[in-house]
């Protein structure tokens, strides 16, 4: 690996080894998580999970400014305490820092999967709740990831924590829960 990150995945190492060496949980997130349990997709971002409340968040947001990561903390903290995210900057890559703001995210902070990633350690987000959080974002990217990640895990993946978590944030009727319940049906579990 360089010394200076180039690369998502590359950033993710280094700012996964700097949280948990001040002892900050956290689980990457966003593509580079996917490409775990999907299949890998290029990126120009990272997406790093945080499981501190907003109140709570000061020493990770410097851990990530001491890593490199440019972002005014006043800045980040009130974005924190509103939206539950902060957007900062390592050179001219996005990085979005997502912190405990909804009840999901005390789930997803249990369920956080050991990889290894380039020779190194890291924690990152379960296939689980990268494919609640897709559903949650919409987007047509993510409709496409939700897919794949239905056809690769097959049987593995656990649908009914997937529903159950969606309709907890949107509700029964929700479009996101319709469309989650067609995918299952096209797609059924496999091995």
Known sequence: MPDTPTTPAELAIVLAHALAKAGIPYAVGGAVAYGFWGAARGTQDLDLNVFLAAEQAEPAIEVLRQAGVRLDPHEALDSA???GDARGFFGDMPVDVFFLSI??????A????AVTMLGRPLQILSAEDIVVLKLLFFRGKDLVDVERVLAVQGRLLDRTYIRRWLVDCVGEEDSRVLKWDR???DLPARD
Request: charged content about 30%; overall charge positive; aromatic content about 0%.
């Open 81 to 83: 305490r509103v939206r």
């Open 103 to 108: 009840p999901l995210h005390r789930s997803a």
């Open 110 to 113: 249990a369920r956080t999967v």
């Open 183 to 185: 995918l299952c049906r």
